[in-house]
């Protein structure tokens, strides 16, 4: 079955930018869409890009002069990178197979 | 940005009962929304897709409907197994926005 695994670092100084990488199985990232959600107490469920099966990435505008995202096709790997974070960045990060699949989710906490 | 607005924020409820969660948006669309159930520690768990096609391994106890603006979640008959917080999200218009949850407790 199609499982994603969300892999980084889960403590991000402030200013700095936060990495996480999705690792995919049982599915090629070449087709479907493929994307990054994070969860907040304050701020709930936020979807924070995606990519069409063409590749390209789109963003959410309130994310986008922070964000970038990639893949890595041979790895089946797809990436986050969100710059000059701030405390209000800490969330549990998902990445997902367009809505169904879910991976289990990484928590990222800002914090000198 | 498409808002969506769910009521009530909790729920009180007891096993067996019917009861119907509410999903709001700020623009009317035709039927791009889904619903998630998610349980602590877990993600969110697809139930309902183009607000009323049941996710594979849904129990029929599950149904959605709405278009426009106003759409619902039924759950027929709770179980112990549905407490939970249910969300609506939208995937009409980009960003797909989710709503901000509605909290089934046991009664």
């Known amino acids: 079955q199609v499982q994603l695994h969300e892999s980084g670092p889960g403590l991000v100084k402030p200013s700095e930018t936060l990495s996480l990488t999705c690792t995919v199985s049982?599915?090629?990232?070449?087709?479907?869409?493929w994307g990054w959600v994070r969860q907040t107490a304050g701020e709930g469920l936020e979807w924070i890009g995606r990519?069409?099966?063409?590749?390209?990435?789109v963003y959410n505008p309130s994310l986008k002069t922070r964000v970038a995202m990639s893949r890595d096709t041979s790895k089946n790997q797809f990436s986050l990178k969100l710059n000059s974070v701030t405390a209000s960045d800490t969330a549990l990060y998902f990445c997902?197979?367009?809505?169904?699949?879910w991976g289990r989710g990484t928590m990222v906490t800002v914090s000198s | 940005e498409m808002v969506m607005t769910q009521s009530p924020g909790t729920l009180s409820v007891s096993p067996g009962e019917r009861v119907t969660l509410s999903c709001r948006a700020s623009?009317?669309?035709?039927?791009?929304l889904a619903w998630f159930q998610q349980k602590p520690g877990q993600p969110p768990s697809l139930l309902v897709y183009?607000?009323?096609a049941r996710a594979s391994g849904v129990p029929a106890r599950f149904s959605g409907s709405g278009s426009g603006t106003d759409f619902t979640l039924t759950i027929s008959s709770l179980q112990s197994e549905d407490f939970a917080v249910y969300y609506c999200?939208?995937?009409?218009?980009?960003?797909?926005?989710f709503g901000q949850g509605t909290k089934l407790e046991i009664k």
């Open positions: 999200q939208q995937y009409n218009n980009w960003p797909y926005t």
């Open positions: 049982g599915a090629s990232i070449n087709s479907d869409y």
């Open positions: 990519f069409v099966p063409s590749g390209s990435a």
């Open positions: 183009d607000a009323s």
């Open positions: 623009q009317g669309f035709s039927t791009n």
């Open positions: 997902v197979r367009d809505l169904n699949i």
